[in-house]
């Protein structure tokens, strides 16, 4: 058993471009531990997208080792569906919230897909969840007559629901104005250290970094440098 | 189940916009089925509704049966060759008028004899004796103010006959049908050509001991050849439909096509779901209810519409809708309708679930 929840072990990815090569990521590791919050920050086309993707089970690496929880990827990407559904949480740019399910029926959904069959269990969290995050009282109502913070904020509840070793985070703040972004990135380190689940987050926003444990800056596909705000 | 119903019931205004034109494509097809079917018995309910399976005829007759003639001689020699039923019928098609009144009406004479399989059931009315000259007309009729106890004349020879009781469903060629017995049909054609011989139309059978019946210059020909054979009925039936078919076809498609509109609205929804870890067999499931429902519904509330339409339509208008066809309509729409939403699951099945993710097209 490790003690890491994600651990991605010189992964690189190669584009094929005509006769050109292009290298989006270059050997790049990463370790992250239950209950750490990490964000990726980095310029545009710097690879930090990829390499969530590649993290998330969307993308497959073009070398390296990916292993979340206790489970290394593999090529079949039928695992993979099976990976996303019980190992990894995400928290999209945009909330992605399905606009005819209510609060309460976008995290039943998860149920649904994670098949759980205890009712009431799941149940019980769902309401949890939805109390850290304010979110109780408006279990009832549909994605339109929430604000684009609590529409994020449904969005992290939704990716906490399969309980996931991993949440991974792709700019959950590019469409928040400053104040309420930062209430979001609050939210999910909130939910992180209660949970004790490790997270990743894909940002450019450089005032929420003090609400993390780590930062790794990317750039040309190579992490540049490693901060720790621990 | 659950995001398919979920979905309908939210969007129900943009769904039941699609609901009401199936459900009004449902009954212009069902519509178009009653039609083809009213027509088809308009030339051949009354051989459609009699007993008999087959029909003895002369060969040179094409198989219509007012084209053909057949001898007593040959009736009594057919009544040796089979331990079937059968009795001889005329058909023929005449005018008449009814008694001080001018306007002459369309009729087909159905001569029968009254005790054999041919003689439909009299709806209303008296027996029907074939002793005088009397006559037992279609419903139809009913419709021109013609009565029990009136008398209507027969146009070419003049002979007064008395409308004894009226039947239903006796329709040939688009015509009206008047039941009368073979004296009176006899009278009519004497009084026409007085060296008239008697001779028969056709032979109609009850039963399927046809093997030893062998005629010079006639044949056995079963009811569905008779019925097709009449002139104008497989025409008008192959163009009706064909019309019928394409409208189910033309229907589904345009399904089809909402559903392909609707799906690739719908492309990120479908994509996120995958990537929270949704199957494509549930992303599947999902489209084929909301498919079964939306035509299924359809289909189920166009069916009732039309039936109920088609109680309240004046009795001269050629339809008639039945459950079989109306059923194997609906079921064929249905089917169809899933065929064509295959092309929107092809679309659904093709999307990555990276596309969630941003920076990635």
Redesign the interface.
Known sequence: MTSYALQLNNISKVYQDGDNENTVLDKVSLKVKPGEFVAIVGP?GSGK??M??IA?A??SSTEGEVIIGDTSLDNNKKNW??V???K?G?I??SH?L????NIG?QL???A???KNKDKKEFEAYADELLNDLGLLDSKTK?PNKLSGGEKQRVAIA?AFM?KPDVILA??PT?SLDGPRGRQVVEMIRKVVKKQNRAAIMVTHDERILDLVDVIYRIENGKIHDVKSNM | MFLAIKDLKYNKARYSLIVSMLILLTFMVLFLSGLANGLSLATSASIKNARANHYIISDDADSIITRSTVTKEQFQEVKGMTSSEVTPINLMRMSMYEKDKQEKLDVTYLAVDAESFMMPPIIDGSEFSGDENSILLNRSFLEEEISIGDTVVDSASGIEMKVTGFVKDQMYGHSAVGIISLNTLKDIRTKINKNDEVKYNAIAIKGQDIDNIELTNAEVISKDDVINNIPGHSQEQMSINMILWVLVIVSAAILGVFFYIITTQKLTEFGVMKALGMEMKTLSATIITQVLILAGGSMLVGNVLTFAISSILPSSMPFSLQCGPAGIISLAFVIISIVVSLVSLRKVAKIDPLMAIGGHE
Do not use: C, V
């Open positions: 545009s997208s990829t969530l993707s998330g969307l993308l569906i099976r996303r559904k019980e990894i995400f999209f740019q992605q399905i606009p005819y399910l029926d039943n959904l998860i649904k897909i994670s549909y939704r399969n792709d700019e590019a």
